[in-house]
């Protein structure tokens, strides 16, 4: 999707002059940090109708929220126009569009400000729009976020309060007792940066919008479990439980202490080295959500055409795409890749700008590679724009 609105920031002062080797020493998970122009002159990346149409479509996740008095109404789209005709400013509402760097090629350019932590930490970037008041109430988030104002000003007030207790009864989790320590507005082109799980709380004081960059990690319990899972369905394990030296028992109920001893003896023999830690973790780590698809091109282009347009305008990958390299290897959408030492260098090239130019897909054509190691690599690279994976840049 394209967007009307001004996303060419003449000055971008993203962390307010901190180095991010600063930042990320000093604030990253453990304090706030308000930026006073972050990126001044920021319109914003989309309008209203652009935003309403985005939220009316099946495949973007998005919510309403509607507050009046104490009662919160929350409602999943897609949306129909009636939706937009019933909204009115007497219950203030709040329209959020998830993962807008999907659906909005200047969403995803917005990332490229913080370039200097990991993908693999990204979650996504969020818009809210909200009328005088709108909010989503008093609450904390279990990650790091970026909150961006655009066009318009909310009011933020932070706590590291240590009760996260929530309201009941409630479609949202809201804290039952908000003391807010710190309060500010931020105006177009502000930003706050929140570290996980601390205490806030967002209201409109006109019509606004706030972009949030999130950065996601996954609990332990969700990592372990999956690690677990996917090591369960990969397992071959040689042999079985015996006992062929079994005594009579006078008490058939009790459970064998050899039979615990025999799961304690195979259980040291897990392995967990560095190389097959990497490889779930690349194949968790960039396999894409449930609910994301790709969109291949109705009529793809065939290989002669495909590098023709690769050398005279270059490749991006679709916003989609979780691409992700070690010294172990590298994957894409949760495959792993088997990546010759030759082609390494190009490789974490694309995973790291997410794009090659016109220049730098030519001179990878220029490189001390075999002509099979090439063809390769145009292979892999048809594949994934075939896939939706990968697209030639505009």
């Known amino acids: 999707m394209k967007s009307s609105m001004n996303h060419t920031h003449p000055k971008s002062n993203i ?62 789209g897609p949306f129909s126009k009636s939706t937009w005709r019933s909204l009115h400013a007497n219950a203030p509402w709040t329209i959020l569009v998830q993962e807008l760097n999907f659906h909005l090629f200047a969403a995803e350019q917005l990332l490229e400000h913080f370039n200097f932590i990991p993908h693999a930490r990204l979650d996504d970037v969020m818009v809210s729009h909200a009328c005088a008041g709108g909010g989503v109430g008093p609450h904390v988030d279990s990650y790091d976020v970026f909150l961006l104002q655009g066009p318009g000003r909310r009011r933020w007030r932070i706590s590291k309060q240590k009760n996260l207790t929530l309201q009941t009864g409630l479609p949202l989790k809201i804290l039952k007792s908000f003391k ?23 209201v409109a004081i006109d019509e606004c919008f706030t972009y949030s960059i999130g950065f996601r990690a996954p609990s332990a319990r969700e990592w372990v479990a999956e690690f677990l899972s996917d090591f369960a369905e990969r397992l071959e394990w040689p042999g079985q439980y015996s006992d062929a030296s079994l005594k009579s028992t006078l008490h058939p109920g009790e459970l064998p202490k050899a039979m615990n001893q025999f799961l304690a003896n195979e259980l040291k023999r897990l392995d967990f080295n560095a190389d097959s830690l990497a490889d779930f973790n690349g194949r968790f780590l960039t396999d894409p959500k449930p609910h994301v698809f790709f969109n291949p091109p109705e009529s793809p282009l065939n290989m002669a055409h495909f590098q023709r347009d690769a050398k005279e305008h270059g490749i991006r990958l679709d916003p989609r795409t979780r691409f992700m390299y070690a010294k172990e290897g590298a994957w894409c959408n949760g495959a792993p890749l088997n990546l010759p030492p030759e082609l390494r260098p190009l490789v974490t090239l694309l995973a790291d700008q997410r794009r090659l130019s016109p220049k730098e897909v030519i001179d990878a054509l220029r490189t001390d590679c075999t002509a099979a190691l090439k063809k390769q690599l145009w292979l892999w690279w048809l594949e994934w724009y075939e896939n939706g994976w990968l697209q030639i840049d505009a």
């Open 180 to 202: 807010h320590e710190e309060e500010w507005v931020l105006e177009p082109g502000d930003m706050l940066y929140l570290p996980p799980n601390y205490a806030h709380e967002g």
């Open 15 to 76: 962390l307010g002059g901190i180095s991010p080797a600063t930042f990320l020493r000093e604030y990253w998970q453990k304090k706030p940090l308000l930026i006073r122009q972050a990126i001044s002159g920021f319109n914003g990346l989309l309008s209203a109708s652009q935003l309403r149409t985005l939220a009316s479509s099946e495949e973007v996740q998005s919510r309403l929220i509607v507050r009046e008095g104490k009662k919160w109404e929350l409602h999943h």
